[in-house]
């Protein structure tokens, strides 16, 4: 198959690539860069005026929910909710039925993906760091790298022993694998719905205070300083989160983090419609989280978005907010938030939002970079950052639509993805 992108402006900011070319690839190689390439009539020729080409984009926080889960979501529907939202690999976490504890449980979720669109969206399993994600015992950590994994986290609870966790790090840095923190002190959590502060008080709900999440992460970055480990910090939403990765940072510690695109386009002032997809957790914080989160994307101490893409059935959320589980989809909006709410609105540029999607996560997770050179696999993403639409999760390829953003107008919009050979156009 031969596809040519003409006038293609590719943005790729690990080589500092920035220039407006047309790409001819020929069985999922990119064969030649260059300008004015003549168009063959045995080829696709798409005419990408006003689009942006990057590396392909990473979702390293994605519930997949199989196995155990698939009413909520599979393996092949979430893949084709990635690839509608731009992304050419997702990372998939642990907290299934059973949960990604095991050597057979990360090779049946591989073999399953490499049947899922062909390949089309690549599926890097994250592994549990614990038996049973019980916070008590290891998981096998070599045995489960051996068979795919990843990164280990026992995403959705916390490692609250700190004996267990400094084992966790040290066996993830001799395996040169990152440990997923949900930063979480569950004692001080318990029970709670919503951000504690004025919104929780007026509305008379049990809340999650910020230091909650704090407290994790001030205990984890002391691990981490005193073992030399690597450790990153899932879906952090508090100034004071920011700041104490920000100091971890200028220690030099081996400490990354990421935040969702609901987190710094959302506050707590959201809950008061009491729509059950509002409520996630860690749950939507005040503005000034917001705006603490927006300057650490500015100022690179928050490396990466993610979706914490987390699908629950119409019936689970169509109930009181107490009863409600946690959690939203988040893959099919992801970038479009993303460009909204921080490229058009002047907090970070379009190279540094290719960064957060693309580089930065696979740098954490040890992956090989993208690059957008001749002689090399073709893995792109392709989105035009001025494209106006309005959400419609009616059409989300996401077997759940438990999104607080429909019918929100987006500047922004993926146009498609080429990823092992497949070029996966807009519908």
């Not at 030649?32 to 080409?53: A, R």
């Amino acid at each position: 198959m031969k596809y040519l992108f003409k006038n293609s402006h590719i943005i790729d900011p690990t080589t500092g690539k920035d220039t407006k070319v047309d790409i001819l690839i020929v069985d999922g190689i990119i064969e030649k860069i260059g300008n004015n390439l003549s168009i063959d009539i045995n080829s696709l020729t798409y005419d990408l005026s006003g689009k942006i080409v990057a590396p392909g984009f990473i979702d390293m926080h994605v519930h997949l929910r199989e196995p155990g889960y698939e009413y909520k979501e599979t393996i092949e529907t979430g893949c084709m909710a990635a690839a509608n939202g731009g992304f050419t690999a997702v990372c998939c976490m642990p907290n299934t039925n059973p949960p990604i504890d095991e050597a057979s449980i990360v090779r049946l979720i591989k073999q399953r993906a490499e049947n899922v669109l062909k390949g089309l969206v690549d599926i890097y399993p994250i592994a549990a760091i614990t038996k049973g994600r019980e916070g008590k015992e290891l998981a096998p950590m070599m045995e489960l790298v051996d068979a795919g994994a990843v990164g280990f986290s026992d995403d959705g609870s916390p490692v609250e022993n700190a004996e267990v966790m400094r084992r966790a790090l040290e066996y993830a840095s001799a395996l040169n694998k990152p440990i997923i923190q949900h930063p979480e002190e569950l004692d001080l959590a318990k029970g709670g719905l919503i951000n504690e502060g004025y919104v929780s008080t007026m509305l008379g709900m049990q809340a999650i205070p910020s230091i909650a999440e704090e407290i994790m992460i001030a205990r984890d970055l002391q691990l981490t300083e005193y073992f030399a480990a690597q450790y990153h910090a899932a879906h952090i939403s508090t100034a004071g989160s920011v700041e104490l990765i920000r100091m971890g940072k200028k220690k030099k510690l081996n400490v990354s983090c990421e935040v969702t695109p609901h987190h710094f386009s959302l506050d707590d002032n959201a809950v008061r419609s009491f729509d059950t997809n509002t409520k996630m957790n860690p749950p939507l914080r005040t503005r000034e989280d917001i705006e603490a989160l927006k300057e650490g994307l500015r100022d690179g101490t928050i490396d990466v978005i993610a979706t914490d893409h987390a699908p629950h059935s119409f019936d689970e959320k169509q109930v009181e907010f107490l009863f409600a589980p946690f959690g939203i989809v988040g893959l099919e909006t992801a970038v479009s938030l993303a460009s909204t709410e921080l490229v058009h609105k002047n907090i970070i540029s379009i190279s540094q939002l290719i960064e957060k999607f693309s580089i930065n996560p696979r740098r954490i997770l040890n992956l090989p970079p993208i690059l957008i050179n001749e002689g090399v696999r073709a893995n792109l993403t392709i989105f035009d950052p001025s494209i106006e639409w309005i959400v419609d999760i009616q059409k989300f390829k996401s077997k759940s639509k438990n999104s607080p953003f429909n019918g929100w107008k987006l500047k922004g919009k993926v146009f498609g993805i080429f990823n092992n050979g497949i070029f996966h156009p807009p519908e």
